[in-house]
């Protein structure tokens, strides 16, 4: 038995390739190929773009996939099973926001004065609905990409995604509203899960993805300590939880082993040296699993 799973095309593609190495799992794309291996006999891959996944996943031609909430929503609430948030998206360990974003010196300064208007989104039946509860008529038009250029020869406003704001202001736009937050979802079939042997494997991967994300910008710490000097460098921790201590042959010492994050990391082993750690050891960590 297989476990069909659908891995996002597009922007969120390498973004997915990376956590699942972190996860464990090998995945090799090929240039001319919609099927990636991966190094688990269980697992049949398919590059599907994440705005068609939640289709694929209801009609059942796929088990299960990683998409989106926003094109869970799009496709009409799609009728899935949604597993698990994987808080990730193209360049950063966050969520997304679609916005409403115009000209900088359109004169338009919210979704009331777009009546009348042309809005162009890649998000269409979600944009519809924003407009319906705010009460609001426009023509929305789909757009094939690009939208960022459209304002305003080809339309007068966008709905378009963004992590930091930053593409909207260097095409000369200034966000008005949000419209959406979304963020990554593993997905599931109905269907399949409800079957024992997919469920199970389904909720192994997504333990470990969770665990991936959940060391993302993290490090393991390793050191030494006397135990006379052992509390001053516990205060100096802080800890994922509580540190692991382990006695060592010599009764004397203690062996200290924590989590923290990486960018804290310069600034605490030197003040645990200087609370007489020794043999301090920073490690990379791939999964936290809490």
Not at 226 to 252: F, Y
Request: charged share 30%; glycine share 6%.
């Amino acid at each position: 038995m297989k476990l069909k799973l659908g891995i996002p095309k597009g922007s969120l593609q390498e973004a997915s390739l990376q956590l699942f190495r972190r996860a464990g799992y090998e995945i090799t794309v090929n240039s001319r190929s919609y099927f990636p291996v991966i190094d688990d006999e269980e697992i049949e891959c398919m590059l599907i773009r994440a705005q068609e996944m939640a289709r694929y996943v209801e009609d059942g031609v796929l088990d299960a996939g990683i998409t989106g909430r926003d094109w869970i929503l799009e496709n009409n609430e799609a009728a899935v099973v949604e597993v698990a948030d994987l808080i990730y998206a193209k360049h950063t360990f966050g969520k997304v926001r679609w916005v409403l974003a115009v000209p900088e010196k359109s004169n338009i300064q919210s979704v009331k004065d777009l009546e009348g208007k042309v809005i162009a989104t890649e998000l269409v039946n979600v944009t519809k609905r924003y407009l319906e509860q705010n009460g609001v008529k426009a023509k929305v038009e789909f757009s094939w990409g690009a939208t960022e250029v459209k304002p305003p020869v080809l339309a007068d406003a966008i709905v378009e995604v963004t992590e930091t704001g930053s593409s909207l202001r260097a095409n000369g736009l200034r966000i008005v509203e949000d419209v959406l937050e979304s963020n990554t979802k593993f997905i599931v079939n109905q269907a399949a899960w409800k079957d024992s042997w997919k469920r199970q494997k389904v909720e192994t991967i997504v333990m470990l993805l969770k665990g991936a994300i959940d060391a993302a910008g993290k490090v393991g710490l390793m050191l030494n300590v006397r135990r006379e000097d052992l509390q001053s460098v516990l205060d100096v921790l802080p800890a994922l939880k509580r540190p692991t201590l382990s006695n060592l042959s010599d009764s004397d010492w203690v062996a200290v082993n924590t989590v923290i994050e990486e960018r804290t990391a310069r600034e605490i082993i030197p003040r645990l040296k200087a609370a007489k750690a020794q043999g301090i050891v920073e490690y990379p960590l791939n999964k936290i699993v809490l």
